[in-house]
Structures are given as C-alpha cells and as structure tokens.
C-alpha cells in the first residue's frame, strides 16, 4: 500500500465525489457527474498502469 | 432618499462588485502568459481586458437568466434583498481575502442572495433546485478543469516528446499562449460579468423597472463587461505572484494547457447557465497539468485552501446577507 500510485488513489477518489453528487444533480445534468466519474475512473486506471511499468522498468 | 437613487446606489455597488471581481481575478487570465514573457504585464493587462469585455458578444445570458430566475422566486425580490446579498458578498470576499482563503465571489453571491431571501421571507422562497445546481458544479468545476488539464497536457506531451527542438518547442506554445489567455479571459467575462448582469436586472425587478423573464439590457450587460474589464485592467498591474507559480511551477506547454482546460469548463459553464468559479477552474486544471509530473510537484496546501472555501463561501455570505438584511429592516 505504501507503494501504492497516489495519484491514481487521488483520481478514483476523485470520480467516486463525481459519482456520489449525481443523484443531487439536476436531471438535466445528470450526465455531467456520470461522465466525469467515468473519465476520472480511467485516468486512475492509466495512472496506475503507468506506474506500474515503471517500477517494473526500474 | 428616492427610491431611485437608492436604485442607482445599489447598481453603483454592483458595479462595483464586478470591477473588484474583475480586479482580483487579473492574475488568473495574465500569470502565465507574463511569467513566461510572451507579452509584457501592461500588453497582458489590456489582452485580458479586451477579452473580458467582448465575451458579452460570444457566449450569451445563460448565466444572468440563471441568477434572475433560478435562485429566489420572483415574488420575493426587492431592492432591499439585492442590495442584503451584495454586502453579504462584498464582506464575505473581504474577510476572506483577508485570511488567504480563495474564496469564490460567485458562490459568495449566491449565498448572499439566499440569505437575504431566507431573512426577508423564509425558506420557502429559495429555489432549490437552483441552489443544487450551483452547489454540484463547486464540486465538478474544479474536477472538470482537472480531468481536462491532465488529459490535454498527457497529450501534448504525446505529441511533442519526440521533438528534440526545445527552443522551437517553447517558441510555439508561448504564441499559442495568446490564443488560450483570450479563451480564458473569454470565459471568465462571460460567466461573471453575467452574475452582475443578474443582480443588476434582479434590482430592476425589484424596482418594477422590469419583468422576471425579459431580456436584459443591452446597458446591462455592456455596463457589467465593462465594469469587469476595467477591473482586469487595473487589478492586473499589482499582482506579482502569480496564481500558476503559487499551485505549480508552469513551463509555456502547461500554462496552454491549464488555460485551454480552464476556458473549456467556463464555456460549457457559461453555455448551460451555471455559475462557477474562474478561480477554482483554474486552480483545478493547474493541479491536472501539476499532477503529470508527480503529486508532490502540487502544492496541497493551496488546494486544501480552495476546499475550506468550498464548505464556507455559502453559509458565510449567507449569514452576512441575513445580518444585512436585519438592519436594513431595522433602520428603514
């Protein structure tokens, strides 16, 4: 865990606040936070993949 | 006094309120592109200015609509109510700045407003739904301009690693810095010049000078851009540390891509009528572009700040705007 991605923990918290405002957003919106949560979830996603491959490089 | 020359104070005061906004807000539209000396502080200022006041041609009223129509029922608006909201705005902005805290005068305006209306006539007059609205987006501006900011600055740094030029490389981004300072002042006239825009007209209802659901002014909306330009203009000769040198260290690529990323979130923003904060955007997609190299590259303390920020800036004025209010009453 200590050597967990922060950045990657900093973004999938970040879609999780995305996705926890979407029921008090109004209708019309909606898609906005569900977008944004999605978008935020792959940039965790390739965060950590990125630095994945570089621990595994060094 | 007359009623109308309490209006015109009031407009005055208004005014006011969006030249000092447009005065504090001069760093965010010109830090990068000075720090970087593609133009000097002065050409900057008049660029950001420019840019500021033509914004009333581009990108509409959504936003003037928004805090006319979707914040307190029209039923409820006086002169008195505006005016509760205004100082409640102006104290709270004051105080804040004061303690450091980057408060955003959008939200503090819509906390005042609330305020004022709960004091004058309870709860009920304030439209929720509104209220959600400009509540959900403190949150998702911030996290727009960051996905955005990471995202186009992952990409540029795509296409320009294998250019081994970097003087070439620096030469076209610092021009390119022009055309995302304009979209940035761009978007920051637009979505706030509009939120004066609406409590001017807010006091023209409460005036019976106008109708809720009338077109504002074209002398509306040209006073609110320019009072806001005038504000850039002046504001921007002072200010020193910059708003990019305060979050993150910025090279030309990251200011492009901060301002692009910024200017994007304030126009899809000022498009479906939603008030937000130039400043938080731009702190956001400062932090998505920070955030490329490493976490620790951002400096958290400042974010943190915009977080407290966040929770205050609406129950604060609101307060101030109740207190205001009560006083008013009292001394009427």
């Known amino acids: 865990m200590k050597n967990f991605d922060r950045r990657a923990i900093f973004f999938w918290l970040s879609a999780l606040a995305s996705f926890a405002l979407i029921p008090v957003t109004p209708e019309k919106l909606m898609a906005v936070g569900v977008i944004l949560g999605c978008f935020l979830l792959l940039l965790g996603g390739a965060s950590w993949l990125d630095d994945r491959t570089r621990n595994r490089r060094t | ?332």
């Open chain 2, 1 to 332: 006094m007359t009623p109308t020359l309490v209006l015109y104070g009031v407009i005055a005061i208004a005014l006011m309120f969006d030249f000092v906004n447009g005065f504090h807000d001069a760093a965010n539209s010109i830090a990068t592109i000075v720090a970087t000396r593609v133009l000097t502080p002065v050409q900057a200022v008049l660029w950001a200015a420019f840019w500021n006041f033509v914004a009333f041609a581009v990108l509409g009223t959504a936003v003037a609509k928004f805090i006319t129509q979707e914040i307190v029922k029209a039923d409820a608006v006086s002169i008195g109510l505006v005016f509760a909201g205004l100082i409640g705005a102006i104290f709270w902005n004051v105080l804040t700045a004061w303690m450091g805290l980057p408060s955003s005068s959008s939200h503090a305006l819509v906390g005042g407003l609330v305020g004022a209306a709960i004091a004058k006539s309870g709860g009920h007059v304030v439209i929720l739904d509104g209220l959600e609205k400009t509540g959900v987006f403190i949150i998702y501006s911030p996290l727009i301009g960051l996905a955005l900011g990471f995202s186009l600055m992952v990409m540029v740094m795509w296409i320009v690693h294998r250019i081994k030029k970097v003087r070439t490389t620096n030469r076209v981004f610092r021009s390119m810095q022009l055309v995302s300072a304009a979209a940035f002042s761009l978007g920051h006239g637009a979505n706030d010049a509009q939120k004066t825009m609406g409590i001017i007209f807010l006091l023209l209802v409460g005036a019976n000078k106008a109708k809720i659901g009338e077109d504002i002014p074209l002398w509306v909306v040209l006073s609110a851009h320019t009072a806001i330009g005038l504000g850039t203009m002046f504001g921007g000769w002072k200010i020193v540390k910059t708003m990019g040198n305060k979050l993150t260290r910025l090279q030309p690529m990251g200011g492009v891509c901060a301002e692009t990323a910024a200017a994007a979130t304030l126009f899809f923003a000022s498009a479906n009528g939603i008030p937000v904060s130039t400043t938080h955007t731009i702190t956001g997609a400062i932090v998505g572009v920070g955030s490329t190299q490493r976490l620790s590259a951002v400096r958290w303390g400042v974010a943190r700040r915009v977080v407290w920020a966040w929770v205050l800036t609406i129950p604060g004025s609101a307060l101030v705007a109740i207190i205001t209010f009560k006083l008013v009453e009292l001394f009427s």
